[in-house]
């Protein structure tokens, strides 16, 4: 008798419902965090979220440590989306594209409480598991690679005397942690908005002939 290899389209589909089975499982992952902690997450409390067995887990992770590896990746991916996303909408004006960059920060979908609380649960634990640490460190140098000619280019353009690119970027990336860390430990002060202005006025205060303009119509 002969035999028939699985059609193309049937290939997609699976490949397709195998993409929305791990997705489903990493949301679950991501609430589970969230509401319990990195330690505390076990692999049963992301079956019950998600709705499915145990045994689909080990199916698509084998582990907790590869279910949680791909948890974090998968946070960093969708930072990446957003980052690129955000800096395509300035193609030609470094000023702009490093405050858009900045404001991007403390709104949604990256200012999310639920969110931060899970990278900071992961951040909490990248010196002790080298996996955490390196895909943190490479969405921070990439981060840091951007902005760092975003405001090499501001400066030159500015002829800014005295004005270190990297001081300035180590003071955004200052602000931004602070901001999301008291969004998530203090979600009933923390004001988005006047987070935003805070940044506006810390990069007219450093580049007052690109940003001056911008604060005032705030």
């Known amino acids: 008798m002969a035999t028939h290899s699985p059609s193309v389209a049937s290939t997609g589909r699976r490949a397709q419902s195998r993409a929305r089975r791990r997705q489903q499982l990493i949301d679950a ?3 589970c965090i969230a509401r319990k902690g990195l330690g505390s997450t076990t692999l049963s409390d992301v079956a019950t979220e998600a709705g499915l067995s145990q045994g689909i887990i080990n199916l698509h992770f084998e582990s907790k440590d590869n279910l949680l590896a791909e948890t974090l990746r998968t946070l960093a991916e969708e930072y990446d989306d957003q980052f690129m996303q955000t800096l395509r909408g300035q193609p ?48 921070d140098q990439k981060y840091d690679a951007v902005m760092l000619e975003l405001t ?27 901001m999301w860390l008291s969004c998530l430990v203090n979600p009933k002060t923390f004001d988005a908005a006047a987070a935003r202005r805070a940044v506006r006025h810390y990069l007219a205060t450093v580049f007052p002939r690109h940003y001056q303009r911008e604060l005032n119509e705030h």
Do not use: N
């Open 92 to 139: 030609d004006d470094p000023a702009a594209a490093l405050l858009a960059l900045m404001e991007m920060d403390l709104r949604p979908p990256v200012c999310d409480r639920r969110k931060l609380a899970v990278w900071f649960a992961f951040w909490g634990e990248v010196k002790a598991v080298p996996t955490y640490q390196k895909i943190c460190a490479e969405r």
């Open 29 to 31: 992952t991501i609430k």
């Open 152 to 178: 090499d280019a501001v400066i030159r353009d500015g002829a800014y005397e005295g004005v270190e690119a990297q001081i300035v970027v180590d003071g955004l990336s200052s602000m931004t942690d602070g």
